[in-house]
């Protein structure tokens, strides 16, 4: 038997070390060629290690949430025959290390890493079983003064008849936590009476001894890694580099929002359902023609602003590893319908894990938007390198006053920030001020 060393491989792009995100197997456990033994994530993905041999698990190089230079010593099998561990290196090599890979190219497979395994929260009832534990009342004190309290399961719904609900409602008492003496749990008047007579004993007015108000000790600790730890990282570099300033500016997208609900009614079936969002980047296309300022990368160290020609599209979306920023390749090419639809693309594989590495990278400015959670107004963070950032609030109906008439029109805030190194406020302005135009008259979209 002999012991074979996968070191942390070169995965290219000049990338000199990796943060270890998920180990697959354990000390002890068998694996086969090409079994994935841990996921490690670089700057813009998170790459499989497979195993080149076959063997038993001896010893693991890091643990979850560590830093690790290309060549330092991920893993160690035992393996029949010889393996390429040398004589008299039985030590672990330091994480320093810089030998070289022994082990095959890896995949890319750009997934989400795990969410970090956290304990539970010390609370004794934790690990009952449901059924179980709704069946078991809660109590306080003792004695003639006992406090009882029932704790149902979710979904478990309280029996009661109108009049006891109205009684409960009248007395601030919620019934979930009402102990019912009624045949099959049916709670009474008189259950209602009691507890309100006991909710005073052992505590301060109707809370005394209430669940809903026990005080709370419990603390989670929740490390940062993988993802979410790249998130922190890049929003701290931008807001520490980057000289943000915001204008925000509400556009009336009345018309807008008739256009597209006449174009849904006409042509969803056969092309599928447009959303405000394609509407917004065709305008944002458009607008950079003439501020290609707002298009554009800023290398602070080398000194150089890049203006490109071409729109590479960020979109900010929300997945449960975290923020991610697919990027719509390109979208000076796309009509309305194929545009919604490389979103609708794109949006499903950052939230699936499956975006390709090319499809998280290269994007020249970016869109950002809460949908109906947007609020009023919103203060985005610059995707850094890019010098701008969109942002798009929901839409309320709101009065407005038009032709001296008050009327209810359809309103939207953009909140858009821009690197003020590069950027000018007037500049700025005036930018938002043409994608405002294109909106509030939907027809000049179409018109070139």
Known sequence: MGVHVIKMP????????????????????????????????????????????HGKVLALGGKVGDVMA???????????????????????????????????????????????A??????????????????????SGSG???????????????????????????????????????????????????????????????????PRYAQRADEEQIPVIGLRRKIAQKMQDAKRRIPHFTYVEEIDVTELETLRGKLNQKHGATRGKLTLLPFIMRAV????????????????????????????LGMATQTEAGLMVPVLQ????????ATAAEVSRLAAGARTGKSAREELTGSTITITSLGALGGIVTTPVINSPEVAIVGVNRVVERPMIRDGLVVARKMMNLSSSFDHRVVDGIHAAEFVQVIRGYLETPATLFVE
């Open 144 to 210: 003639a003064g006992k406090i009882t309290f029932i704790t149902r399961a979710v979904g478990d719904k309280p029996i009661a008849s109108p009049a006891v609900r109205n009684h409960a409602w009248d007395l601030g008492i919620d019934l979930q936590y009402v102990m019912g003496t009624g045949t099959a749990g049916r709670i009474t008047h008189e259950d209602l009476e009691a507890y309100a007579r006991q909710g005073t004993i052992g505590g301060t007015g109707a809370t005394g001894g209430d």
């Open 10 to 53: 070169d995965i290219g792009e000049g990338i000199a070390e990796v943060e270890l995100v998920a180990w697959n197997v354990k000390v002890g456990d068998t694996v086969v060629e090409d079994m994935n033994l841990a996921d490690v994530m670089t700057d813009k993905a998170t790459v499989e290690i497979p195993s080149p041999v």
């Open 118 to 139: 956290v304990a539970p929260a010390p609370v004794a009832a934790a690990a009952e079983p449901a059924a179980k534990a709704a069946a078991r009342p809660a109590s």
């Open 285 to 312: 296309v458009l607008a950079v023609r003439d501020f290609p300022q707002m298009n554009a990368r800023f290398d602070d160290e080398a000194g150089v602003v890049t203006r490109h020609g071409a729109v590479h």
């Open 330 to 337: 390109h979208a000076e090419t796309l009509d309305l319908w």
């Open 70 to 116: 290309v060549g330092s010593e991920l893993i160690r099998i035992e393996v029949d025959g010889a393996g390429n561990l040398k004589d008299g290196a039985a030590a672990p090599a330091p994480a320093s290390a810089a030998a070289p890979a022994t082990v095959a190219a890896p995949k890319a497979v750009p997934v989400p890493p795990p969410a970090p």
